[in-house]
């Protein structure tokens, strides 16, 4: 009998662990059918999604002698992707000695393979490179430049690289002065 009463208890052990599986699993489907994302506390494009909007300019801004050279890789009618685009061409255009800025739109079907080497749709290289070693805090971090800025790439993080690679090309003939005016445009959109 006592095994008997063993059986009887370990069975009812399951079913009550089974009942309570079952809530839980209903449960989260609820959940999950009413659950929303978040909004970001940044806002990567300042137009409504449902706007359809023309693609954005392709072409190239800023002197082919400058020493940074800026390859900006976005789907150019996304929406998500406009203010990415608006900073970096507002960027070139306060330096257009110091910084050539090529864009290159990852929807078209050459674009398509120059996203599956980047692995994003939108990314920055810099003279070549999409990761970079910076100083923070005293210690090196790596940055990689993936996504749109404010999504993928962390504002301060680009705005960190963006100063490093201006400085070791442009060294002491770049005045303070200039740096406040090429990141003026930062300012500008909010970005910290």
Sequence with gaps: MRRLEK???????LAIIAFANYRAFVRSSVIAKTWRKPT????????????????????????????VKIELFL?????CHRETWE?????????????????????????????????????????????????????????????????????????AVLEQELRKQYGSDLSEEEMEKIFAPWEEMGFQ
């Design 7 to 13: 059986l009887i208890l370990l069975m009812a052990a």
């Design 40 to 67: 970001p506390t940044y806002q990567a494009s300042s137009s409504p999604p449902s706007e359809k909007l023309e693609p954005v300019s392709l072409e190239p801004i800023g002197s082919e002698e400058a020493k």
């Design 75 to 79: 789907e150019a009618d996304n929406p």
């Design 87 to 159: 900073l970096f061409t507002k960027l070139a255009q306060a330096a257009p000695d110091r910084i050539r800025l090529e864009l290159l739109d990852t929807g078209s079907p050459e674009g398509e393979q120059l996203a599956e080497q980047i692995g994003c749709q939108t990314g920055v290289r810099i003279n070549g490179q999409q990761e970079f070693e910076i100083e923070e805090g005293g210690e090196k971090i790596t940055v990689e430049l993936h996504g749109p800025v404010g999504m993928g790439i962390a504002p301060e993080m680009l705005k």
